[in-house]
Nanobody, 116 residues
Framework: QVQLVESGGGLVQPGGSLRLSCAAS????????MGWYRRAPGKQRELVAAITSGNTTTYSYSVKGRFTISRDVALKSVYLQMNSLKPEDTAVYYC??????????WGQGTQVTVSS
């Protein structure tokens, strides 16, 4: 099965920036589509951003203009550049990769805390 390892989370002040990384490995990995969800305590899980094999990107309304998703095919990685961070962005961020059979593989999550 595909393994996804996330990194880059941490504590940042409001208005600051953070860059999340997700590296895929495993013989089953094929780049179909990847993206990021987030889950905050007491909140429903939210799709933050997604990118397709054709490099088309989509974003949730709450992060449009502030977050950018990108990929590096050679490194089998996807990234989430987060700018102008707000306290409401505080959540655990999860990377996913769409499987060739229609399922999804998930990372373990990385905590992002926006606070002064």
């Amino acid at each position: 099965q595909v393994q996804l390892v996330e990194s880059g989370g941490g504590l940042v002040q409001p208005g600051g920036s953070l860059r999340l990384s997700c590296a895929a490995s495993g013989s089953a990995f094929r780049f179909v589509g990847m993206g990021w969800y987030r889950r905050a305590p007491g909140k429903q899980r939210e799709l933050v951003a997604a990118i397709t094999s054709g490099n088309t990107t989509t974003y949730s309304y709450s992060v449009k203009g502030r977050f950018t998703i990108s990929r590096d095919v050679a490194l089998k990685s996807v990234y989430l550049q987060m700018n102008s961070l707000k306290p409401e962005d505080t959540a655990v961020y999860y990377c996913y990769s769409e499987g060739t059979l229609g399922g999804r593989d998930w990372g373990q999550g990385t905590q992002v805390t926006v606070s002064s």
